[in-house]
């Protein structure tokens, strides 16, 4: 019989390499048309989407939900820079959007579900991020502490030494700064117990106990580390004289910012979660107890609205 072969024709050596070399030069072009960022979306959205809500709602629910409205106007816009500088890609909506509150009620409830979502988010977001999303929770929870009608909210979880917690560098820097603005406000509560009236005694001695407490987690961590803590100053200068009971509330509230901007500084430079969590319960105790001194001397706003942050 004549006629072609029926064996298969096997590809020559140089046909071989041919093709892995197009198959090597394939890799590296799939590779660049990958988008080459996370196309996940934004965490940070739902938090923009309520606070934008807020903020929209709020304004007519009387003397708190105008208080609410700014501060939940300053999350919002916070988020959507950080939102908008990331650009991940939009989530489709799904189910009903979200409706404003129409009574002070519910935006008790809204406050409280903000609060929760964004201190949910703190331990495992970026540096970068987990900051600014730590101060939103502490100024939801400083607006539920400024008002009755908007339930006063939980009081900040337990400030303890997180269990395996490493220090070093610029972390074990923040932990003394933060030990610094305690022993500052343990000496400003010894100072004004001798201005305030008797009633607010109470207050004076939960404040104190609660910055020793601090003070010695503080201690227990740098030493843990092997860093010697630092210890108080002799004497301390207030920003402005004390002469009476409101100049000695202002300290209080001053001291207390102070704390809340010394544990912010903690959560900007630690990605350990535990010390995480225990720097944003530090951080919303202080944000809570000097929007309490705040409404006693009548400061305006009572709430500030990103504890911790620099204005």
Request: aromatic fraction near 4%.
């Amino acid at each position: 019989m004549t006629g072609r072969s029926t064996e298969p024709t096997l590809p020559s050596r140089r046909t071989f390499l041919r093709m892995g070399a197009l198959a090597a030069v394939a890799v590296p072009l799939a590779a660049a048309c990958s988008p080459g960022f996370d196309e996940s979306p934004d965490p940070l959205g739902p938090l923009l989407r309520a606070a934008e809500t807020d903020a929209a709602g709020a304004k007519a629910l009387g003397a708190e939900g105008e208080a609410v409205a700014t501060a939940r106007a300053a999350h919002a816009a916070a988020l959507k820079t950080e939102v908008d500088r990331l650009n991940r890609p939009k989530p489709e909506q799904s189910g009903p959007a979200e409706t404003p509150p129409s009574s002070v009620d519910a935006l008790k409830e809204r406050l409280a579900a903000a609060r929760k979502q964004a201190e949910g988010l703190v331990p495992s977001l970026p540096r970068y991020r987990a900051g600014m999303v730590a101060s939103i929770a502490a100024g939801c929870a400083a607006l539920q502490q400024s008002s009755e009608k908007l339930g006063r909210g939980d009081d900040a979880g337990a400030v303890d030494v997180p269990a395996g917690v490493q220090l070093s560098g610029e972390t074990a820097d923040a932990v003394q700064q933060a030990l610094g603005a305690e022993h500052a406000a343990i000496w400003v509560y010894g100072l004004v117990s001798a201005y305030l009236p008797a009633a607010f005694g109470g207050a004076v001695s939960r404040g104190t106990a609660e910055h020793v407490k601090r003070r010695n987690v503080c201690e227990r961590m740098l030493s843990a580390a092997g860093q010697p803590p630092a210890g108080p100053e002799a004497a301390y200068v207030p920003p402005k004289p004390v002469t009476d009971a409101n100049s000695a509330m202002e300290l209080v509230a001053t001291a207390e910012s102070d704390v809340a901007a010394a544990w912010l500084g903690v959560i900007d430079r630690t990605d350990d979660a535990a010390l995480r969590t225990t720097a944003l319960n530090a951080l919303v105790g202080s944000a809570r107890r000097g929007t309490a001194w705040r409404a006693e001397f009548g400061a305006k706003p009572v709430a500030i609205a990103m504890p911790g942050q620099s204005v």
